[in-house]
């Protein structure tokens, strides 16, 4: 994973988690790895995936069941789609839209590329 000096690691971790989820890779009600594994995975201290796993636990995407592990929510979809729709909606969207003006980019413009990129993704995730 490679990490963007805008935005603190452990955001950038809390959006991989979540994308793992949406993606399907780590499903609802299924183990998530633990902290140590996670944090070796991604090459960051465990007290930065420690403070992820914190922040998801707040906002209800995944469980600490004591003693047996962490899991993604049941409901984790739905709140992981919650929070990175809020994110965004507070973080990127308002950039984008300064983008936007400032190069007079219609949002009919953006239209016909949006399909595009959609074929194109679904057909990377069905690889």
């Known amino acids: 994973m490679q990490f963007k000096e805008s935005q603190p690691i452990y955001l950038q971790i809390a959006e991989f988690v979540c ?11 299924e183990r998530v790895p633990a902290i140590r594994e ?8 465990p ?12 906002e209800g995407v995944i469980v600490n069941k004591r003693g047996v592990g ?8 739905e709140q992981a789609t919650r929070y990175r ?3 965004f909606m507070e973080m990127d969207l ?23 990129f959609k074929k194109q993704f679904k057909k990377e995730l069905q690889k």
Not at 19 to 29: D, R, Y
Not at 47 to 58: A, E, F, G, K, M
Not at 70 to 77: G, Q, S, V
């Open 19 to 29: 994308e793992k989820i949406l993606l399907g890779a780590w499903p609802a009600g």
């Open 38 to 45: 996670l944090a070796v995975q991604l090459g960051v201290n």
């Open 47 to 58: 007290n930065t995936v420690l403070r992820t796993y914190d922040v998801l636990q707040q």
């Open 70 to 77: 962490i899991f993604a929510a049941d409901d984790a979809i």
């Open 85 to 87: 729709k809020t994110r």
């Open 94 to 116: 308002p950039q984008l839209f300064r983008s936007l003006y400032l190069l007079q980019i219609d949002l009919a413009e953006l239209k016909p590329r949006y399909e595009q």
